[in-house]
């Protein structure tokens, strides 16, 4: 961890696509466990940060720091290898193998770090059913409900028990009684297994469920932790 | 598949105006679709195209064919043997219109070099077709390929053969059968009747049709269908190449306002616009193809262009079929999935293929074969003639069924992969998922390998029958020809110029005739007519004296002829054929008493002397009737032009003069073509189907550009990616092959059998298999490349 | 609300006494206000006198009014007015949100961190409202939602208004 006890930390993030600044020097720190929601509005750049906070994309200018490494500094491999190991993504849609059954779609980070297939199922079983989704386990994606492949996908972010779980909209394409049911059940399996989430919402209702929101405005994301202790 | 409700779109025109309308919305969106509509109309059209280009010169055989044999036919002047022609040369009278006609073939290199000599009896003697005027004697009239050869560098001992002659002109199309035809027409003023000699006053000599023999016609039955298999599983595939965009696009239709009915007719539009093109790609390729045909050169034949034009019903059968294939089977597959307004459903999941069909048609073609089988695997096969529609209908429904077999074993193969690692497992499920694609790749290689291995082995099989593949057979430098009867000097002048002739190491020449004896048709022996020099070549003979007769007994062999044709026996030489009406002449001989037996020794050609050896004192030669003067040579082993020499003696001796190359040519080349031709083709067909295998994954990784982001987002490494996209062409391609070898090796194998040839070479599948193999995987590896750049986080942008 | 109705509905199932009225009241209804037994009373009076309740009949005992009251007809027609009655949509046309933004740009302060406390100032109310709505029951649940869709309603003016500020300024200083 980074000396003020930040899990991940960011400054001074830049990002363009092309001509679009997506990010604008962007900072930001997660604590081990905590529950962020990032918010905006659409266009702002929420989805970059989540994304270069992840170490899916290299940011232009800037740096993000994990548990005290500098995700700037690794390869693409090792930034593969620690997504592997210690993030889980839950995104809005289109996230599950159409091919693979529900239960070894929620195996499939388990696999790819080289757990056993049998054990990667039978620990994926257990996120399941914790996700109330055990019975669909045979099923393809194609043919359960919107919630249901949420609630798996769930599961999947999870089930290799990482430290950060990001979340990008994950209830974008559920009605509401399905997306606040699936945002209850990721913030409490990721305080029962001490993971920090970063939540990609545009929602109020949804960023309700986190400890605390970072704002995104024109690429520039503003921490309202101060906020609260001027107010 | 036909709801009964009509919605309200189709509630303004109907019928035919419906399909109009849709039909051609169809052939818009495979215009004017984008890059992806464009490539995948472009896949079909080639496909498509490959396939008619082919039907159309399957389509053209009969008519070459006949176009051939009828300009044969207009140059032959009955057919004229050295035996059988008195007939009509007694029966012509020489007049201002009639001339002399005598064949005149040779080899040049083991390629025939076939000729007349003509000698015109008056003025208006007509010229052979394709020539302006009748050679004058010492002048000659040659085919462009003729020309071409006597002005190149390697002509130079056939110009010397011709040198006799002045070329002034080439014969026309019109006189030759093929464009690369070597054959020429030479006047003469040295011809009379007889001997292979006709007088006749114009050409034109219509031979009996020959029938094809029930092997002849079994081949061409069987490569038919072997070819035309494969070419109708191709266009099959092809109008499918791209289908899961194609559903993409329809369902968007749907979202709009389209009924079931009127997708079906737009993806009908669409395959039909692909087929429409492919109709014109494949005319354009037949064309181009045609022109080829001038360089191709298999087994002496050549075809003009010209002569390849498909049967006009044929042609029109196609330009009607094809198309209508391309909707139906679109239709057909259309059937298997519901495009609903938000996407499309497939049925492939819940529905298994039905096994029975698949079954009954091989098992119908098996049941036709195995008695067949069982009759020519029995030592009487011999004298049973062949059920040729028995054998062509059992064949053609085995494959028919083999192909229709082939999808339901790929579903059954990949539903039994489970365990392994990720990769794998990704595409095992992705392939469990919609077996369709991989199917329809596995019968498409399946039927272009196997075929192309099943014929190549034919060929390989049939071609032992014409040709030695060994150029160092001692065997192959030994050299025979046969001319009329000499006299004592003209054949020992004639053999001198022989022995004279650059490369040839050693020469005998006599005159031959068999001879009966009264009573006893089963004793046929062979007399031997020549100086006591050329005897004593053939026998072990002490003393030899003109006059003299030996019994030839070959060295501790048969005595027979010794008890039957011994000294004192009567002999009789019957002319072959009389002219109508009176009796065959005939010449009666004795051994006389005073022969002695002697032993015999082999000549240049190994082969030993048999029967009667006599000097030219003790029998008169020009009594004997149809004997013929023989010469047999041994040349330089492995120097080609010494036999070359030697026919270039007997053309100066007599153009007409008979060469045989002993234990036949080499024609190694043409097989060598042939199996190139079938690699070539199949290894296109191969490319194609990779093609359209690789736009089938490019698309599908492309409809998944997201799915893919996120497996990256969560850590997935590219390589596992890459290799699951890998084993998803690899499994049904190793499939495809092993299939298309057991099945091609297994019909070779049959083809073979039922033809009683055995099987040359059981490897000669490797190139084909493995350059496909290769082709199909560098395609797919190439398929990758845009792949990886799909891969990147850049993905999750797209919301 | 009008308690008047609420109690009047709640006589419908059948007579009540003014306790248990106002523990169903409560129940249902008070989670952030308990009724006071004093509104329940003055109330009940009101509907005496108007003749929509009748008094059912008295327990006597140590305790404060036992009085059971049933609904008339007359109570009866009167609560399915009301609930046929549509709800006057607020106008919330009078802000005074809007005020504070209008006033900080005229004096020059920064709107912007205005919106972005009042942000926060939401969002804490809805981080505790959501964390009630995962520890209550239904009642909880709806009660709690309601009161979310109505500041996440508020939250998104002040996106938008966030959004417009520039010309918000352009305007009130031209």
Not at chain 2, 329 to 355: C, K, Y
Not at chain 3, 58 to 73: L, M, V, W
Request: aromatic fraction near 6%; charge should be neutral.
């Amino acid at each position: 961890m980074t000396p003020d006890g930040s899990l991940i930390s960011a400054a001074g993030l830049r990002k363009a696509y092309g001509p679009t600044t997506a990010l604008d020097g962007a900072d930001l720190s997660i604590h081990a466990g905590e529950v962020v929601a990032v918010m905006g509005p659409s266009g702002s750049g929420k989805s970059t940060l989540l994304h270069c906070l992840a170490g899916i994309v290299r940011p232009d200018a800037g740096t993000v720091h994990y548990d005290g490494r500098d995700l700037a500094a690794m390869s693409d491999a090792e930034r593969s290898a620690l997504r592997r190991r210690d993030f889980g993504f839950v995104f809005q849609f289109g996230q599950l193998v159409p091919e693979l059954t529900c239960l070894e779609n929620a195996a499939l980070p388990l696999r790819l770090t080289g757990h056993k297939r049998k054990d990667a199922e039978a620990r994926a079983l257990r996120w399941l059913e914790r996700l109330e989704v055990a019975d669909v386990r045979h099923h393809r994606p194609g043919q359960v409900s919107g919630g249901q492949g949420q609630r798996v996908a769930v599961a999947r972010a999870l089930v290799g028990e990482p430290r950060v779980v990001f979340a990008d909209e994950p209830t974008g394409a559920l009605d509401s009684l399905n997306g606040e049911r699936v945002m209850q059940l990721l913030t409490d399996s990721a305080r029962e297994t001490r993971a920090a989430v970063v939540l990609v919402t545009h929602e109020a209702r949804v960023a309700a469920y986190s400890d605390r929101e970072v704002v995104v405005r024109d690429g520039i994301a503003r921490d309202m932790a101060g906020m609260y202790d001027a107010a | 598949m036909t709801p009964p409700e009509r919605t309200r779109i189709t509630a303004g025109p109907t019928g035919v105006a419906v399909w109009a309308r849709d039909l051609a919305m169809g052939i818009r969106f495979a215009v004017t679709g984008g890059r992806e509509a464009w490539l995948r109309t472009a896949l079909t059209a080639v496909g498509v195209g490959l396939g008619v280009a082919l039907l159309m010169i399957a389509a053209s055989v009969p008519h070459m064919m006949s176009e051939r044999h009828q300009r044969g036919a207009a140059r032959a002047v009955d057919s004229p043997s050295v035996f059988f022609d008195k007939r009509l040369a007694h029966e012509q009278k020489p007049g201002s219109g009639t001339f002399l006609y005598k064949t005149a073939n040779t080899d040049y290199h083991d390629k025939p070099v076939n000729g007349a000599l003509l000698q015109a009896d008056g003025p208006s003697a007509p010229a052979p077709p394709g020539v302006g005027a009748m050679p004058r004697p010492g002048e000659m009239v040659v085919s462009p390929a003729l020309d071409d050869l006597l002005h190149s560098d390697n002509g130079k001992l056939l110009r010397e053969r011709f040198e006799g002659y002045r070329t002034v002109g080439t014969i026309a199309p019109s006189g030759l059968i093929g464009p690369n035809e070597l054959f020429y027409y030479a006047g003469s003023d040295k011809l009379a009747p007889g001997h292979g000699t006709i007088r006749v006053d114009g050409y034109g000599y219509e031979e009996p049709d020959v029938p094809l023999t029930p092997e002849l016609f079994l081949l061409v039955i069987i490569v038919c269908v072997v070819l035309l298999m494969p070419i109708a599983v191709f266009i099959t595939t092809a109008v499918r190449f791209g289908g899961d965009q194609r559903d993409q696009r329809l369902a968007a239709l749907r979202l709009v306002g389209a009924d079931a009915h009127m997708t079906r007719r737009v993806a009908a539009g669409e395959a039909l616009c692909g087929s429409l093109f492919g109709l014109s790609a494949g005319a354009g390729l037949f064309l181009l193809l045609r022109e080829f045909a001038t360089y191709v050169t298999i087994r002496d034949n050549s075809v003009f262009p010209s002569d390849i034009v498909p049967e006009p019903w044929i042609a029109a059968l196609i330009a009607l079929a094809v198309p209508v294939c391309a909707v139906v089977v679109t239709l057909f597959t259309l059937r298997r999935i519901a495009i609903e307004p938000l996407g499309v459903v497939r049925n492939a999941v819940t529905r298994r293929r039905r096994l029975w069909w698949r079954l009954l048609i091989p098992a119908v073609g098996i049941a036709l074969l195995l008695p067949l089988f069982r009759k020519a695997s029995g030592y009487a096969a011999h004298s049973v003639p062949l059920d040729t529609y028995q054998i062509g209908a059992g064949t053609a429904l085995l494959l028919v069924g083999l192909v229709a077999l082939l999808p339901w074993v790929v579903e059954i193969c990949v539903s039994r992969f489970r365990r392994g690692p990720l990769p794998w497992q990704l595409a095992a499920r992705r392939l469990q998922f919609d077996s369709g694609p991989a199917a329809r790749a596995v019968s498409g290689i399946t039927v272009a390998v196997a075929g192309a291995i099943a014929v190549q082995m034919l060929f390989a099989g049939v071609q032992s029958d014409y040709t030695t593949s060994d150029g160092h057979d001692p065997g192959h430098f030994q050299v025979r020809a046969s001319y009329r009867p000499g006299t004592a000097e003209e054949t020992s002048a004639w053999t001198e110029r022989f022995r004279a002739t650059k490369g040839v190491e050693a020469v005998t020449g006599y005159v031959e005739r068999y001879a009966d004896k009264p009573g006893d048709d089963a004793a046929v022996t062979s007399i031997h007519i020549g100086d006591c020099a050329t005897l004593q070549r053939m026998a072990h003979i002490d003393s030899c004296r003109d006059g003299d007769v030996f019994v030839a007994q070959e060295p501790g062999g048969d005595v027979d002829t010794e008890h039957r044709f011994a000294p004192g026996t009567r002999l009789t030489m019957k002319e072959y054929s009389a002219p109508a009406g009176q009796k065959k002449r005939g010449y009666d001989w004795m051994v006389p008493a005073s022969a002695r037996v002697v032993t015999t020794r082999p000549d240049p050609s190994g082969d030993h002397p048999f029967g009667i050896l006599a000097t030219p004192s003790a029998i008169d030669v020009t009594k004997i009737p149809d004997a013929t003067t023989t010469f047999v040579a041994q040349v330089t082993k492995g120097d080609l032009d010494a036999i070359e020499q030697f026919r270039n003696t007997a053309a100066h001796i007599d153009p007409s003069m008979r060469v045989w190359r002993l234990g036949g040519v080499v024609k190694d080349n043409n097989y060598a073509t042939i199996e190139k031709g079938l690699l070539i083709g199949a290894v296109a067909t191969l490319a194609l189907i990779g093609a359209g295998m690789a736009v089938t994954t490019a698309e599908q990784l492309r409809e998944r550009k997201r799915l893919l982001s996120v497996l990256v987002a969560f850590g997935t490494r590219r390589s596992t990616l890459g290799w699951s996209v890998l084993w998803q062409t690899i499994v049904p391609v190793v499939l495809g092959m092993i299939l298309a070898v057991g099945g091609g090796l297994g019909l070779g194998w049959a083809m073979l059998h039922l033809l009683r040839k055995g099987v040359r070479d059981w490897w000669s599948f490797v190139p084909v298999a493995g350059t496909g193999a290769a082709v199909i995987m560098a395609i797919t590896v190439l398929g990758l490349v845009p792949m990886w750049r799909l891969m990147r986080g850049d993905g999750l942008r797209s919301e | 609300m009008s308690i008047g109705h609420t109690l009047l509905a709640l006589l419908e199932s059948g007579p009540r006494h003014g306790y248990d009225l106002k523990r169903t009241f409560d129940e249902h209804f008070g989670h952030d206000r308990p009724l006071h037994y004093g509104q329940v009373y003055a109330t009940m009076s009101r509907l005496l006198k108007n003749g929509l309740v009748e008094v059912d009949g008295i327990e006597h005992g140590g305790g404060p009014d036992r009085k059971r009251y049933a609904i008339t007809d007359a109570g009866i027609t009167d609560v399915a007015q009301w609930l046929a009655q549509p709800e006057k949509p607020e106008p919330y046309l009078q802000s005074t949100l809007y005020t504070k933004v209008v006033l900080a740009l005229l004096t020059g302060r920064d709107a912007g961190d205005l919106l972005d406390a009042q942000r926060s100032e939401h969002l804490r109310l809805m981080r505790d409202l959501t964390q009630r709505k995962r520890d209550g029951d239904l009642a909880d649940q709806l009660i709690c939602d309601h009161a979310l869709f109505h500041l996440e309603a508020d939250l998104r003016w002040l996106e938008l208004t966030a959004a417009r500020l520039d010309q918000l300024a352009k305007a009130v200083r031209a």
